[in-house]
C-alpha cells in the first residue's frame, strides 16, 4: 500500500525521483543544493524582487539628480547646462531607434532584440534624467512646462510598460506550458490520482478550486481588473493557508514515522515551494488576457505623449537658438 509520505516524497521510500535526491530529502544535504528543479519556473514571485529593485534604482537615481541640481554648480542656460540638455535630447532621439529597429525589415537582422530593449530602457531613463538635471527641476515658459511634462509623462508611461511587457513576454503558450508541468510533477492533473499532495488533502483541494475558479472566470473588464490587483493578494492568502494545513499534517507525519527535525523542515520547504509555485503558475495564466489587454491600451496612451514631447521639444530648442 502506498502511503502519503510515498506520495509526496517518493525518493525516501525508494521510489525514484530526480527532483527529491535522497541527501536532501533525508536531512544529509543542505536543501539550497538541491532547489534548481523547483526553481526552474520563472514566475511572477521571482521576477518581483527585479521589479522592485528597478524602481528603487530610478527613485534614488531621480533623488540623487535633483540633490545635485541643488547645490548651484550650474544654472540651465550656462554652457554646462546647455550640453547636459544637448546629451539628454540626443539619447531621447535615439529612444527611437528600439521602435524603428522593429518596423523595419531591413534592420530586423541588427542584433538581439532584447539588447535592443535592454539600451532602449537605459536611454529612457537617462535621457529625460539629463534634462531634469539640465532645467534645475525649473521651467521659464510654457513650452518648456509642455516638453518636460509631457517627457515625465513619457518616462513614467515607458516604466509602466516594461512592467506589463515583463508579464505579457512569454506568451499564453509559455505559462500555459509551465503550469502544465508543476501539474504533472505535483500530480494534480484530473487524470492523474498519484499526487503528491495527498497526505494533505485539505491543501490539495484549496488548489483545485483556485485553479479552476481563475481560469475558469467570466471574460470582462471586472474579472481583468481584479486579476491585475485583488488576485495576488487572494494568492498570497490561499497559500498562507495551505502552509498552515501543510505543516499541520506533516508535523502529525512526523510523530508517527519519528523524522528528525532537520528532515521535517526539508519536508515543509519542499511542499511549500510546490504549492508556491503551483498557485504562481495558475496566476500567470489567469492574469496573461488582462495584461495583454493593458498592454493594447497602454500603447494607445503612450504614442500620443511622444508625439506631444518630440514636437514640445523642437519647439523649445528652436526658441533657445532662436532667442
Known sequence: ?????????????????????????????????AAAPLDKE??????????VMVYLVITALVLAVWQFSKMGYFQAGDDTGYWLGVAGGTMMVLLFSYP??????????WGRVKWWFLVHMVL?????????????????????????YSMVAVAVSGVIGRFIYARVNRGLHGEKASLRDLQTRAG????????RLAFAPEVEARLIAFEQRELKARVGWFTYTRQVFWLPLQQWLTYRRCVVDLRLSLRTLAQQQNWSHNNLLTREKYSGK????YL????????????ARLFSLWHVAHIPFVYLMVISAVVHVVAVHAY
Open 1 to 33: 500500500m502506498t502511503t502519503s509520505t510515498e506520495i509526496l516524497f517518493p525518493h525516501a521510500m525508494g521510489t525514484r525521483d530526480a527532483e527529491f535526491p535522497d541527501s536532501v530529502l533525508m536531512g544529509t544535504r543542505q536543501p539550497d543544493a
Open 42 to 51: 520563472r514566475s511572477f514571485s521571482s521576477s518581483l524582487p527585479v521589479d
Open 100 to 109: 524603428l529597429r522593429k518596423h523595419f525589415s531591413f534592420s530586423r537582422n
Open 124 to 148: 529612457g531613463v537617462g535621457g529625460p534624467l539629463l534634462i531634469l538635471l539640465h532645467s534645475t527641476f525649473r521651467v521659464g515658459s510654457l513650452n518648456a512646462a509642455v516638453a518636460m
Open 188 to 195: 494534480l492533473e484530473e487524470a492523474d490520482a498519484r499526487s
Open 274 to 277: 510546490l504549492v508556491w509555485q
Open 280 to 291: 504562481q503558475a495558475v496566476t500567470r495564466v489567469a492574469q496573461f488576457t488582462a495584461y
